[in-house]
């Protein structure tokens, strides 16, 4: 049933009339359980507090899929601000960042360009950029930025990889040569049974079999997930601290979040802002049809 819940919602995310309510409302519904605001000081504030708990962070200006050059100039600019407070408030945050944000979809070139240019200003300021993964259509693209960026000698810059996606592992052995910095997802995107597992037990073995392939080939893996049985596992794996972090999206399970702080793992908590909140709500109620009726109750209570 939450299957075919996660695929209705994910369908319903695309529909124009609830795009428009969900964007005029959608905020004061409960939005901001899982959006740190719409303004950069907003977020500030949320990150600062999240450090205070012991917790790591990443943030992101949300967008995507853009297609003016213009815009794309405008998150870099706002990115490189996000980079220099961040330095200036001596935040432990990083950038979590999607190549359609900087571009992608109109030039391969700009796109990478956008993003060594943010890479330069946060090497300059201790700072690390991660390059989320996005739907399948841009799966190869990313991933060759990914490399080429490593290949110019960027160190500070991470990539992301989706179990649900058959091709994964053939992308996790192409990229252990380069010693990566992987983020390990299940996968937010809907996508055919062509090209992605659809039963949820199958992505979860998945994840599984990746977990254990990343860090034994040498990566540094960032366990992204609320799934506590592969948090269990990661544990259970037996490797130093220092080879692997857990993290967990603004908003879910913050419980879980502390426990594992006060159990001496480090945690980075994704903590995204900005106007532009609609998809990355939407992908986060598919995730879990309860979220739905939370925004509905919500709703009621007004
Ligand atoms: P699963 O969906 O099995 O959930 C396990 C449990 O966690 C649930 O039973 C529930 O208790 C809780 N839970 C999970 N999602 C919840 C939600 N939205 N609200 C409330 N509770 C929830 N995807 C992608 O395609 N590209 C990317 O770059 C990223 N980046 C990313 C970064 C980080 C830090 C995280 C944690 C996740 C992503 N994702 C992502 C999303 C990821 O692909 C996946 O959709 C979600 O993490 C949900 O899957 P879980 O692994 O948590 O397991």
């Not at 600062?48 to 943030?59: I, Y």
């Not at 073995?205 to 990661?234: M, N």
Request: net charge neutral; proline share 4%; aromatic share 8%.
């Amino acid at each position: 049933m939450s299957e075919l819940a996660r695929k209705a919602i994910l369908a319903a995310a695309t529909d124009r009339r609830v795009g428009a309510f969900m964007r005029r409302y959608g905020m004061r519904l409960g939005a901001a359980r899982f959006v740190a605001g719409e303004t950069l000081d907003e977020a500030l504030g949320v990150l600062a507090q999240l450090n205070a708990k012991g917790l790591h962070a990443n943030t992101t200006l949300l967008g995507e899929d853009v297609t003016s050059r213009e815009e794309t100039a405008a998150v870099v600019a706002e990115y490189r601000t996000v980079l220099d407070r961040i330095a200036e408030r001596e935040l432990r945050v990083n950038l979590a960042l999607k190549l359609t944000h900087l571009g992608l979809l109109i030039d391969e070139e700009l796109a990478y360009e956008n993003l060594v240019a943010l890479l330069g200003h946060a090497a300059e300021r201790g700072n690390f950029v991660r390059i989320d993964m996005e739907h399948s259509s841009v799966v190869d693209a990313t991933l060759r930025i990914y490399r080429r960026a490593r290949e110019a000698r960027h160190d500070n810059v991470g990539a992301v990889l989706q179990a649900y996606l058959y091709r994964t592992p053939d992308d996790l052995e192409a990229l252990l040569p380069l010693a990566p910095n992987l983020r390990l997802v299940k996968g937010a995107y809907l996508e055919p049974p062509e090209i992605a597992y659809p039963r949820k037990g199958d992505v979860d073995d998945a994840y599984r079999r990746l977990l254990e392939r990343a860090l034994a080939g040498g990566a540094y893996v960032a366990v992204a997930t609320h799934d506590e049985s592969l948090i269990d596992c990661t544990m259970r794996l037996g490797y130093e601290r220092d080879r692997f972090e857990f993290q967990m999206l603004y908003g879910v399970r913050p419980r879980l979040q502390l426990d594992l702080v006060a159990r001496g793992f480090k945690v980075l908590v994704a903590t995204p802002y900005g106007p532009q909140w609609y998809p990355y709500l939407m992908r986060r109620l598919a995730e879990r049809p309860a979220n739905v009726l939370f925004l509905l109750r919500n709703l009621l209570a007004r």
